[in-house]
T-cell receptor, first 112, second 112 residues
Framework: RKEVEQDPGPFNVPEGATVAFNCTYS??????FFWYRQDCRKEPKLLMS???SGNEDGRFTAQLNRASQYISLLIRDSKLSDSATYLC?????????????FGTGTRLKVLA | NAGVTQTPKFQVLKTGQSMTLQCAQD?????MYWYRQDPGMGLRLIYY???????DKGEVPNGYNVSRLNKREFSLRLESAAPSQTSVYFC???????????FGSGTRLTVV
């Protein structure tokens, strides 16, 4: 099993729709989790962090299910500008050695 | 506020040539990282530096060396480039190693 797995998509959704992606991770010791957004041919940009059960920022909600070892990202009222690839990154290790393992990303296309 | 600056943005090398990718951050971050991103493989950690004066291998260190020159700068050296090192290279930094990352804009390297 890969350390981090994401459905590559693409998820094609109309503007205004709600869409959710999941990310499963294998390291049960992972302590915090991050979602990044990456536009085509650009660098990843931090979108949200999840340290406990979940986090909400405007239209974006991230949730963590430790028992089933997955994190999810929910986007409400999708905008054209939300079209991007979304990378999840569980963080594991001990202080001084924390490292991310990045998923390969889920591609979202929001259609007019 | 420049954030993380990488140079060069593009480079073409011949097999066997050497080069150094430069990375500098102006956010007073302690931790810095080098990743490569290949289609279908996601972001893979090459080397990281949890704090000034320390460096450690990541997932794919073979063929690379790094130098944490000071707190701001973290360079990646390819001593003898190979076609397998054709990739997009991202430098990133974070306040400490359990925070989200800020990425540079990347270096697109082609080895022919």
């Amino acid at each position: 099993r890969k350390e981090v797995e994401q459905d590559p998509g693409p998820f094609n959704v109309p503007e205004g729709a709600t869409v959710a992606f999941n990310c499963t991770y294998s390291n049960s010791a992972s302590q915090s989790f991050f979602w990044y957004r990456q536009d085509c041919r650009k660098e990843p940009k931090l979108l949200m962090s999840v340290y406990s059960s979940g986090n909400e920022d405007g239209r974006f909600t991230a949730q963590l299910n430790r028992a089933s070892q997955y994190i999810s990202l929910l986007i409400r009222d999708s905008k054209l500008s939300d079209s991007a690839t979304y990378l999840c990154a569980p963080l594991g290790g001990t202080s001084g050695t924390y490292k991310y393992i990045f998923g390969t990303g889920t591609r979202l296309k929001v259609l007019a | 506020n420049a954030g993380v600056t990488q140079t060069p943005k593009f480079q073409v090398l011949k097999t066997g040539q050497s080069m150094t990718l430069q990375c500098a951050q102006d956010m007073n971050h302690n931790s810095m990282y080098w990743y490569r991103q290949d289609p279908g493989m996601g972001l893979r950690l090459i080397y990281y530096s949890a704090s000034e004066g320390t460096t450690d291998k990541g997932e794919v260190p073979n063929g690379y060396n790094v130098s944490r020159l000071n707190k701001r700068e973290f360079s990646l050296r390819l001593e003898s480039a190979a076609p397998s090192q054709t990739s997009v290279y991202f430098c990133a930094s974070s306040p400490t190693d359990n925070y989200g990352y800020t990425f540079g804009s990347g270096t697109r390297l082609t080895v022919v």
